[in-house]
């Protein structure tokens, strides 16, 4: 399994020349090669690894907090988990287009009455990763909103999350930006950070045995 480094912090907040940035990125497709719209419903499915099964992201309590809920995989693979809608920054002209910053948000109550919007939080000093988890702000690009924005951009024949906001400062972009990884942790696949230090060097036996990228399809 192949384990690289996405996004780089410096670049995510260059320029890019007048012809370049009035080039539309490409639109996300789901699984029947239509394209994602918002205020439409999907569900983020992992692209499955014999051995290494699970269904779609739910949220759930789990040994590190009770609420708000972090973003796990369903270990059951017939299930699509819950499903999310996508919010581009611009999200008057509706389609999701990959390298766009956007909020994910899940069609579904939280038990702790919070918000279902995913953010990065929850820092683990020994997994030396950030966490998925909700109750984040929906719109309202920012600084203060920063840990609320992710991309989805294209990976081999499929996709995959990055947390790498166009709109950041740059402290914050070089101690969280990475693909989003699924790390297992006390038996469950939760949602997590890639950091650049950890994937520039290639991750150690026991790093693959706790993680794998999160190359999904979207259905």
């Not at 983020?44 to 796990?72: E, S, W």
């Amino acid at each position: 399994m192949r384990y690289e480094f996405y996004c780089s912090p410096l670049a995510a907040n260059q320029y890019l020349p007048r012809a370049a940035a009035a080039a539309s990125p490409d639109p996300v497709l789901d699984v029947n090669g239509k394209i994602l719209t918002t205020g439409t419903s999907y569900y983020i499915l992992p692209v499955l690894i014999r051995g290494r099964g699970g269904g779609g992201l739910k949220m759930a309590t789990t040994v590190r907090k009770t609420c708000p809920l972090d973003v796990v995989q369903d270990r059951y693979e017939a299930s699509n988990g819950l499903p999310l809608k996508f919010t581009p920054v611009n999200s008057k002209k509706g389609v999701i287009r990959v390298h766009t910053d956007l909020n994910i948000k899940f069609s579904a109550a939280s038990i702790c009455h919070q918000s279902t919007v995913w953010k990065l939080d929850s820092y683990d000093e020994w997994a030396k990763q950030w966490f998925v988890t909700t109750n984040g702000v929906e719109g309202n690009p920012g600084p203060e909103t920063t840990r609320n924005w992710f991309k989805i951009e294209k990976f081999q024949n499929n996709y995959k999350l990055v947390f790498c906001p166009t709109v950041c400062r740059l402290q914050l972009c070089a101690k969280m930006s990475g693909s989003i990884l699924m790390l297992k942790e006390q038996g469950v696949w939760h949602s997590a950070t890639c950091l650049s230090k950890l994937c520039s060097r290639g991750l150690e036996d026991r790093d693959r045995s706790m993680m794998q990228y999160a190359q999904i399809q979207l259905q």
